[in-house]
């Protein structure tokens, strides 16, 4: 039953800030849910000093949740599903490069940048750290998250090959990110001989590989199943047991879920709403995912905020993440713009592109539930609290502003977007 209540507060929780936000605020809803979710943390946890009751049940019960649980193996895949699904294959196809290579070398490039910044930054404040759990850090925080990405751009009406890349990018990175993460958490815990490059190819052979064979797999068999019958309240839930069942398939099989789930999106959003599907599925299935992401959304943002409620944030940690605020954006410039600059003759960009995919590289979730991971042996309460402050400058101030700066530097497609709730 406590399971229950706490679904059941996170669900009234997002509904009210949701009202409230629509009928007054008026932000992008994802970014006002959070917005209204810190604001009353921060109240909260001014009245839990004065010994206020309810506000320490509501502590215990957000200090109840495994956020990294709940993220990556509960709500990821669905709302990484509800985002694929509506990605142009051809245009994502046409970007492939410049998408794969910032996915990848970019992700490691940034890593190691921000690492070794925040190596030389923590003696600053008196707080010297291995060097290992400076990279560690630069790999949480280097991939950007598709669910704040795809919730923000899509009423940026930014320039639908720029969206693409950054998207694509969003949408790819995770499984590599997972890679680089958990080679160096077995650094961190076993010693170097235990993350040799032999283990550490093995590992990206395994991980980001096979989910995606694993992800074109289950999105042609789920293809094939969808193409063979017409009946929307069947194809609907198979498409649901994709999402859940790839899931925990990938689990078992030690692969990349998040990369099986959008590599499959992506075939079912292709193939299977162009050939699979009559107008009638094609209506209730769209209705059906943009549901469902919406609420997922609302609670995830709504959960992020509720976070300031355990985490133990001191002076010195939030002035450290000030600073590696700007150290994170620094990384992103260079490892964006170093991998373009060397695929320029395929894929032409100017100094305003590179602004919007450094601005537009938004980080969430995923972050916060990496660093959320990192077991008490390890600095967690610093990185956690520096991950945080990074995670919420970037949805809040970089989500609030990439619209306005797309208009600014003319890259704005001029159409009306509907504005999703994010």
């Known amino acids: 039953m406590e399971l229950y209540n706490t679904l059941a507060l996170l669900l009234v929780i997002a ?32 009245l839990g000093k004065l010994g206020v009751d309810w506000v320490l049940t509501a502590s215990r019960l957000v200090r109840a949740i495994d956020f990294h649980s709940v993220l990556m193996q509960v709500m990821l895949s669905f709302l990484l599903f509800a985002g694929s699904l509506h990605v142009d294959v051809r245009a994502l196809g046409r970007e492939g490069l410049a998408v794969g290579t910032m996915a990848t070398a970019g992700t490691v490039l940034s890593t190691a940048l921000v690492g070794t910044a925040f190596y030389y930054l923590l003696p600053l404040f008196g707080l010297p750290t291995n060097f290992i759990y400076c990279l560690l850090f630069g790999a949480l925080i280097s991939p950007t998250d598709p669910i704040a990405v795809l919730g923000i751009l899509k009423a940026a009406r930014i320039d639908k090959r720029l969206e693409m890349r950054i998207v ?8 590599i990110a997972v890679v680089v993460f958990v080679s160096l958490f077995q650094i961190a815990q076993f010693g170097a001989e235990h993350a040799t490059p032999a283990v550490i190819g093995q590992l990206f052979l395994q991980e980001a590989v096979g989910g995606i064979l694993l992800g ?13 019958i017409d009946n929307y309240q069947v194809e609907v839930m198979i498409t649901l047991a994709l999402v859940m069942g790839g899931t925990a398939l990938a689990a078992a099989l030690h692969t990349s879920g998040p990369l099986a789930i959008v590599v499959a999106g992506l075939i079912v959003g292709d193939k299977g709403r162009e050939l699979g599907m009559s107008d009638e599925t094609r209506e209730y299935l769209d209705k059906f995912w943009e549901l469902l992401d919406e609420i997922l ?19 010195t940690t939030l002035l450290v993440g000030v600073v590696t605020i700007v150290v994170v954006l620094a990384a992103r410039w260079a490892s964006v713009g170093l991998p373009l600059t060397l695929l320029r003759r395929r894929y032409p960009f100017d100094r305003q592109t590179l602004r919007v995919l450094t601005w537009g590289g938004l980080r969430g979730g995923i972050s916060v539930a990496l660093a959320l ?3 008490d042996s390890m600095p967690r309460d610093l990185i956690v609290g520096v991950t945080y402050v990074v995670v919420v400058f970037s949805i809040i101030v970089q989500g609030l502003t990439i619209g306005p700066l797309v208009k600014k530097l003319g890259l704005s497609t001029g159409e009306d977007a509907a504005d999703s709730g994010h």
């Open 15 to 46: 509904a009210v800030f949701g009202y409230i936000n629509h009928r007054f605020l008026k932000l992008p809803g994802t970014i006002g849910l959070m917005v209204l979710a810190l604001v009353s943390s921060l109240l909260a946890i001014g």
């Open 168 to 175: 694509g990018e969003s949408l790819f990175n995770d499984g």
């Open 216 to 228: 074109a797999v289950l999105g042609y068999v789920t293809f094939w199943a969808l193409r063979s």
């Open 297 to 315: 959304n609302a609670v995830l943002f709504v959960l992020i905020g509720l976070e300031m409620l355990v985490l133990d944030i001191s002076r």
């Open 373 to 375: 991971s990192l077991p």
